[in-house]
T-cell receptor
Framework: NAGVTQTPKFQVLKTGQSMTLQCAQDMNHNSMYWYRQDPGMGLRLIYYSASEGTTDKGEVPNGYNVSRLNKREFSLRLESAAPSQTSVYFC????????????FGSGTRLTVV | GESVGLHLPTLSVQEGDNSIINCAYSNSASDYFIWYKQESGKGPQFIIDIRSNMDKRQGQRVTVLLNKTVKHLSLQIAATQPGDSAVYFCAEIPLSNDYKLSFGAGTTVTVRA
């Protein structure tokens, strides 16, 4: 099983450019999540989707949009990238709630210059 | 407010010794706690979890202790090996929303040969 797959693995953007980070899981999980990881700050929740067709804001949603395309796929879009969005982005999924445990992808390292 | 934090950002351990990683949390209403391990360039991986109605749980070479009186969580790793070198995060699930995991800042464990 591939688990959670994220693309791309690395990306450099210029300020103001847009891009979409892709995430797909093959575990038939209901819930999916996007986190960002910055040095010394742990992981912070951007958005999550408890089930297909629903999305909710996390701690740091400003500057991002998400789409739960189907049960497998959950994308994160930066409409106008800013240097403050330079970070490592992780997608995760869980069977239902977080008490079932998260499975994380390997991350996308994004640099905005 | 809700927060999960670790006492020390770094820990250096001699191979074969036991490691103890500490975490303090502030949300006394949290019901569930998880320890994650993150190796360089990878996403976090589940190690062990514990519910608030327990004070100890053991896994393979790992033990988690929960002291609700002082809101303290610890992860003990027995006979530390070079493969245990990683960043360790504690995370909590608040009763207010069991889809969310709140992460602490992490402790970097380095195993000396």
């Amino acid at each position: 099983n591939a688990g959670v797959t994220q693309t791309p693995k690395f990306q450099v953007l210029k300020t103001g450019q847009s891009m979409t980070l892709q995430c797909a899981q093959d575990m038939n999980h209901n819930s999916m999540y996007w986190y960002r990881q910055d040095p010394g700050m742990g992981l912070r929740l951007i958005y999550y989707s408890a089930s297909e067709g629903t999305t909710d804001k996390g701690e740091v949603p400003n500057g991002y949009n998400v789409s739960r395309l189907n049960k497998r796929e959950f994308s994160l879009r930066l409409e106008s990238a800013a240097p403050s969005q330079t970070s490592v982005y992780f997608c995760a999924s869980s069977k239902v709630t977080a008490t079932y445990g998260y499975t994380f992808g390997s991350g996308t390292r994004l640099t905005v210059v | 407010g809700e927060s999960v934090g670790l006492h020390l950002p770094t820990l250096s351990v001699q191979e074969g010794d036991n490691s103890i990683i500490n975490c303090a949390y502030s949300n006394s209403a949290s019901d569930y706690f998880i320890w994650y391990k993150q190796e360089s360039g990878k996403g976090p991986q589940f190690i062990i979890d514990i519910r608030s109605n327990m004070d100890k749980r053991q896994g393979q070479r790992v033990t988690v202790l929960l002291n609700k009186t002082v809101k303290h969580l610890s992860l003990q790793i027995a006979a530390t090996q070079p493969g245990d070198s990683a960043v360790y995060f504690c995370a909590e699930i608040p009763l207010s929303n069991d889809y969310k995991l709140s992460f602490g800042a992490g402790t970097t464990v380095t195993v000396r040969a």
